[in-house]
């Protein structure tokens, strides 16, 4: 079993920035395809953010395109996703997600592991 290990989540203004990680232990890291999720209180978790295993391809919501950016570093076993201009509508727990596949994948069902969470809340 992977455990995935969040953090950066908080509690910002509107307009705001913050950069969440997301480090994956392991050797295997570098061949995994990485996403990043949100559940907002009383919906279903949605897709943000999608990248292949070299970094090279990335895949958005459309809702947060311009805004936010994923990234991932294979040396350091970690992937980012640097949000700017956060709306209130952003407010949601954010989780990590890893798939054995090169592919960056907007399906969460297609993910093999997941992070615990982190808490992004976005004020007006």
């Known amino acids: 079993q992977v455990q995935l290990v969040e953090s950066g989540g908080g509690l910002v203004q509107a307009g705001g920035s913050l950069r969440l990680s997301c480090a994956v232990p392991?050797?295997?890291?570098?061949?995994?395809?990485m996403g990043w999720f949100r559940q907002a209180p009383g919906k279903e978790r949605e897709f943000v953010a999608a990248?292949?295993?070299?970094?090279?391809?990335?895949s958005y919501q459309d809702s947060v395109k311009g805004r936010f950016t994923i990234s991932k570093n294979n040396a350091k076993n970690t992937v980012y996703l640097e949000m700017n201009n956060l709306k209130p509508e952003d407010t949601a727990v954010y989780y990590c997600?890893?798939?054995?596949?090169?592919?960056?994948?907007?399906?969460?069902?297609?993910?093999?592991?997941w992070g615990q969470g982190t808490q992004v809340t976005v004020s007006s």
């Open positions: 990248i292949n295993y070299s970094g090279g391809s990335t």
């Open positions: 997600a890893a798939a054995r596949t090169v592919l960056a994948l907007r399906a969460p069902g297609r993910y093999d592991y």
């Open positions: 392991g050797r295997t890291f570098s061949s995994y395809g």
